[in-house]
Nanobody, 119 residues
Framework: QVQLVESGGGLVQPGGSLRLSCAAS????????MGWYRQAPGKQREVVAF???????NYADSVKGRFTISGDNTKNTVYLRMDSLKPEDTAVYYC?????????????WGQGTQVTVSS
């Protein structure tokens, strides 16, 4: 079974930067989109950003202008560059890959990586 392996989380001061990475354990065909979600304590998981196989990107309003998503469909890897981090960005960040299937689509998820923004 394909696994998504994330890295790059950690503790950073407000205003700092981090870069998250996500790589699939094996090649995946039929990828329609790759993205990042996050879940803060006591809150629901929310979409942060995603990139389609056509290269279109979308961002949550709360991260526009600060975060940049990029992906490599040939390697099934996706990155999230996070700048000007704020304490409210603190959350567990999850990588997501959407795969087209005969019945619709399937979601693959990483195990999550903790991002903590604090002085």
């Amino acid at each position: 079974q394909v696994q998504l392996v994330e890295s790059g989380g950690g503790l950073v001061q407000p205003g700092g930067s981090l870069r998250l990475s996500c790589a699939a354990s094996e090649s995946i065909s039929g990828v329609s989109a790759m993205g990042w979600y996050r879940q803060a304590p006591g809150k629901q998981r929310e979409v942060v950003a995603f990139v389609t196989n056509g290269g279109s990107t979308n961002y949550a309003d709360s991260v526009k202008g600060r975060f940049t998503i990029s992906g490599d469909n040939t390697k099934n890897t996706v990155y999230l560059r996070m700048d000007s981090l704020k304490p409210e960005d603190t959350a567990v960040y999850y990588c997501n890959i959407v795969v087209v299937t005969p019945g619709g689509h399937s979601d693959l998820w990483g195990q999550g990586t903790q991002v903590t923004v604090s002085s």
